[in-house]
T-cell receptor, first 112, second 117 residues
Framework: DAMVIQNPRYQVTQFGKPVTLSCSQT?????MYWYQQKSSQAPKLLFH???????NEADTPDNFQSRRPNTSFCFLDIRSPGLGDAAMYLC???????????FGSGTRLTVV | DQQVKQNSPSLSVQEGRISILNCDYT??????FLWYKKYPAEGPTFLIS?????DKNEDGRFTVFLNKSAKHLSLHIVPSQPGDSAVYFC????????????????FGQGTRLTINP
């Protein structure tokens, strides 16, 4: 089945140690999004790619970076994780004109 | 500044009765609204949507109502079933869009719905 896959499902990282979260898709969707969801809060958009074009949200900290080497893969890099970055990170995809997102299952990040 | 608000963190409904989940928004530029359903350990899945040019959209047991003047939308589930127990997120899409027209969804905090047998 076509889907969005996030790896790993759970990630523990040390304070200040760079960490990378991965998202892959078999849907061939043009757009890939990264959302951060902290406990009992709304998912918050960090950035998105339309093909190779990157769009950062104005309030996304510089600590968060993203790479999209090809259509299928997108990575979220946190350069120096702080305790406040502990959250669920959701990857989603969509076609340009299609309002439906397809989400991955998320990666829960713990910072120790 | 939360543009989409779901003021009820949780809702408990008896099986077979109607579930009504509410959502309020503040941004008048929102022109498309969606509801997502999320089970534990899974990503959100799309449930139903409505354009701002409509005030009602129905899909089986699910109906979404939009009141633009009140900036309010609601999701009705009738009859409620045990499998409907999940967290429901309201989301909205705003103009301007992202790059090349990619929609950017703004989510509410979610409402946990529990259907009791």
């Amino acid at each position: 089945d076509a889907m969005v896959i996030q790896n790993p499902r759970y990630q523990v990282t040390q304070f200040g140690k760079p960490v990378t979260l991965s998202c892959s898709q078999t849907l061939n969707h043009n757009v890939m999004y990264w959302y951060q969801q902290k406990s009992s809060q709304a998912p918050k958009l960090l950035f998105h790619y339309y093909d190779k074009d990157f769009n950062n949200e104005a309030d996304t900290p510089d600590n968060f970076q993203s790479r999209r080497p090809n259509t299928s893969f997108c990575f979220l890099d946190i350069r120096s994780p702080g305790l406040g970055d502990a959250a669920m990170y959701l990857c989603a995809t969509s076609r340009r004109a299609n309002y439906g997102y397809t989400f991955g299952s998320g990666t829960r990040l713990t910072v120790v | 500044d939360q543009q989409v608000k779901q003021n009820s963190p949780s809702l408990s409904v008896q099986e077979g009765r109607i579930s009504i989940l509410n959502c309020d928004y503040t941004n008048s530029m929102f022109d498309y609204f969606l509801w997502y359903k999320k089970y534990p350990a899974e990503g959100p899945t799309f449930l139903i949507s409505i354009s701002s040019i409509k005030d009602k959209n129905e899909d089986g047991r699910f109906t979404v109502f939009l009141n633009k003047s009140a900036k309010h939308l609601s999701l009705h589930i009738v009859p409620s079933q045990p499998g409907d127990s999940a967290v429901y997120f309201c989301a909205a899409s705003a103009i301007p869009r992202g790059i090349q027209g990619a929609q950017k969804l703004v989510f509410g905090q979610g409402t946990r719905l529990t259907i009791n047998p």
